[in-house]
């Protein structure tokens, strides 16, 4: 998949103002850079619209309270933000929308009382549907126990890294990662989709992957056109069974899962409701 963000325009905002180039915000004893206490979210913006916007705002409030930091503006003024500088861009370019909170003070325990904010806006292209491979990591999502697994906290994307470097190197383009007792939990950093006789599978939230908003708002919509949609356990072995195989998250929104291991799969009929579905929605309701 290509670098998204290479090249193209990209708007800060940071201390009231905003800026065309990324202003120095952390030093090396910031909290933020040092013990990692950062929570960000990510939003879309295509055809002028700019789906569950609110929702990902008030997401990011929940992850940073996880982390134990301070959230300094509310849902609505984050939202405000957000649309503030999409409205600098041109309607017609798609955009990558990434608001977070980090820590400026503290010694293992961020101080919640230096949480500083921060939003930024670049072009960003929707990715082509044209399917992805998909192989199986060794490596797992942390227990909820063992990590803050409830939050989109910057922390945890080390760990996505290596399994998608597991996968890369066996010629896969993302992994499969399973939970801490051998569930499959998601694609590397995307909810997954499984249909099979008829019936569309997901794994159940069991508190050790994000319950993605893109995720949420496809179950409801195949639901709402009468697909059945299980979410439960899932094991690996399944997969390689399927009929086909689907992702959602915010980056590419619905995408294909075209090979798995070494079985190639179609662009099946589930995938393809639940994408035209999706971007229905997201223009009628963005």
Not at 48 to 70: E, F, K, W
Not at 224 to 243: K, T
């Amino acid at each position: 998949m290509a670098k998204a963000n290479i090249g193209r325009r990209t708007l800060v905002y940071w201390d009231g103002d905003w800026h065309e180039d990324q202003p120095t915000m952390l030093g090396l004893r910031s909290h933020a850079v040092w013990m990692s206490s950062v929570v960000f979210d990510a939003a879309r913006v295509f055809d002028g619209v700019a789906p569950d916007l609110d929702r990902h705002c008030t997401r990011l409030n929940q992850s940073a309270h996880i982390m134990g930091l301070s959230p300094t503006l509310g849902d609505g003024e984050i939202e405000q933000i957000c649309r503030d500088g999409i409205a600098k861009f041109s309607k017609d370019i798609p955009l990558y929308i990434c608001p977070m909170y980090f820590a400026e003070d503290g010694f293992i325990m961020p101080d919640p009382e230096s949480t500083r904010f921060a939003l930024s806006i670049h072009e960003s292209p929707l990715p082509q549907p044209d399917g992805f491979s998909a192989g199986l990591t060794r490596y797992r999502r942390p227990a909820r126990d063992a990590a803050p697994t409830d939050a989109k906290a910057s922390c945890l994307y080390p760990n996505v890294a290596r399994g998608m470097r597991d996968a890369k190197a066996r010629g896969f383009d993302f992994a499969v990662v399973e939970d801490p007792v051998g569930n499959v939990a998601e694609f590397s950093f995307t909810n997954l989709f499984m249909a099979k006789s008829g019936v569309v599978h997901t794994p159940a939230i069991n508190g050790t992957f994000l319950n993605g908003l893109t995720r949420q708002r496809v179950i409801q919509l195949l639901r709402d056109d009468g697909v059945e949609v299980i979410e439960r356990a899932i094991q690996f072995s399944e997969l390689l069974d399927a009929d086909e195989l689907f992702a959602t998250g915010n980056y590419s929104k619905v995408m294909p899962c075209t090979r798995i291991e070494d079985r190639t799969l179609p662009q099946g009929p589930f995938y393809k409701k639940a994408r035209a579905l999706y971007f229905a929605f997201a223009r009628e309701h963005g």
